[in-house]
């Protein structure tokens, strides 16, 4: 009996590990998002209710079928759950039936989209791509801290400058806070706010040049930076072999320099 258990786990860990598996599965995330794109246009979802609904019942039970087969693959059980992959999977599969009725069908919309995310898990590319960028977070801490303080000092500082003759801008900390944000993502700031303001304050570009260039072009760079190298970082952790295969290289390299240089100083004494 268990010999036979054994040779169904193996079936079906080979087939859930087979590339046509993962192109079936993606196949049905691009469905289902297709899908909850269409329920957005209510001339289309209103009078074809009840197909949206079955067709999302179906896909629903057809992932939960694919996330039950891959638990069944994995000896011994618990260690399916070892991945926080599996454990997003699992959770936004079991919620789309805990939150089925008619009191949660808000939830179970926003629930569908999710489900679209479920092309990081499937896609092995994806996956290592978020696995290191979450990777970053600890390393991004001091420089959003140190943002967050040149944030704050300007807007305390613009409010107190501007915040009479622009209150609409500049009327307390929170308004600041936003234009702030608007400025250093440099969309349509020089219109809207740097150019009228300039009317009643003439010297108030030093203000808004100043956070550019801090703001924008050191911190973002800064964080761009960070993020750049700890994701090449866990690309070159993610391959070992292609990492050693470079170490190896180097050594080479600085052996025959090394046996030049030997030759070079044996001629040199004769």
Known sequence: MSERKSYWRQRIAFFTEHRNFTIIVMSLIFINAVVVGMETYREL????????HLIDRILLW??????????????PFHLFFRSGWNWFDFLIIAAGHLFAGAHFVTV????????????VTVIPSLRRLVDAMMRTIPSLFNILFLMGLIFYIYAVIGTMLYGTVFPEYFGNLQRSLLTLFQTVTLESWTEAVLRPLLEMEPLSWIYFISF???GTFLLF???????????????DEDDP????????????????????????????DD
């Open 45 to 52: 979802y209103i009078p074809y209710a009840d197909w949206f």
């Open 62 to 75: 057809v992932f939960t079928i694919e996330i039950a087969m891959r638990m069944i693959a994995v000896k």
């Open 108 to 119: 179970l919309r926003v629930l569908r989209v999710l489900r679209v995310l479920r092309a």
């Open 212 to 214: 550019v260039l801090v």
């Open 221 to 235: 760079n800064l964080l761009i930076g960070v993020i750049v190298n700890n994701v090449e970082r866990a690309a």
């Open 241 to 268: 072999s292609e990492n050693a295969a470079r170490k190896k290289d180097i050594e080479d390299l600085h052996t025959e320099v090394r046996e030049l240089k030997e030759m070079i100083k044996s001629k040199n």
